[in-house]
Structures are given as C-alpha cells and as structure tokens.
C-alpha cells in the first residue's frame, strides 16, 4: 500500500502545536489491540501507518514531543502540550519506518488499514466487526480469523 494520491498528507496533534507532513503511507497500516496502546490511547485500540523514514518530517514543533519508554523498549512520541500520541517505535527500531497514529491526519488517507493485530490481548468488551485479517500478536504471530 502506498499513497501518493493526495501527497504531501498532513497531520498535527490535538492542540496543533506540532505538525508533520508524509508524502506517502505504506506498505502497513493497523489496528493494535495491545493492552499497551489501549492504556495510552484511552480506546479500544489505536490504528498506526507506517511511512518510510525520508517520507516522514516534522514541519513545526517536534521539540514539544515527550517520550514514553515502555518495559519492553518501545518508546511512544506525544505532544507535551495536549497529550496527542504522535509516534510509535519498536523496541529494536532501525529507524527505516515512522509509525504515526492515522487519527493525527488532518484529511484521512484514500485506504484503510489492512489489519488487526494483538487481538489476543484485546478488551474483552470489544468486538472486531470487519473483515481484516487478525493477529495474535504482530503479523508475524498465528492468524485468528
């Protein structure tokens, strides 16, 4: 999946103190069911896009961005202003992709994301309603569905 329909995309946190721009979302967009994202998103899940690291750049405020560092290593960027969660980054990130939460976007991407993952550790309260694939874990992990 690559978007360059309506290029550059951009996006900013709750109170705009910062701002980005991706020329193009791919090839991974999904819906993370871990108990990690739902306690830091507030919600039954937090949807992520994956960007290239040269198709990412912060245009204004990157400086505001605080960082979570979770046991497991993965660091989460929010604005230290409104509390917005920017980014996500894996444990061994190598730095190739940006994962960006996709409700940050100011006008909404042409597709939709291709995928639930960490559904073995989703609410017990949320019910999956559509057709993409499931993962235990990551995409890696056994398909549910």
Known sequence: ?????????????????????????????????????????GAAFATFGEARAEDFRWL???QLLSSYRATNGTVRRFCSRCGSSMTFAPADDPGEFVEFTLGTLIDPPAFHPDAHIFVGSKAAWDHICDQLPQYEAGRDSKRLD
């Open 1 to 41: 999946m690559n978007d360059k329909s309506v290029s550059p995309l951009r996006g900013q946190c709750l109170c705009g103190a910062v701002k980005y721009e991706v020329d193009a979302i791919g090839p991974r967009m999904a819906h993370c069911h871990c108990s990690m994202c739902r306690k830091f998103h």
């Open 60 to 62: 204004e405020g990157e």
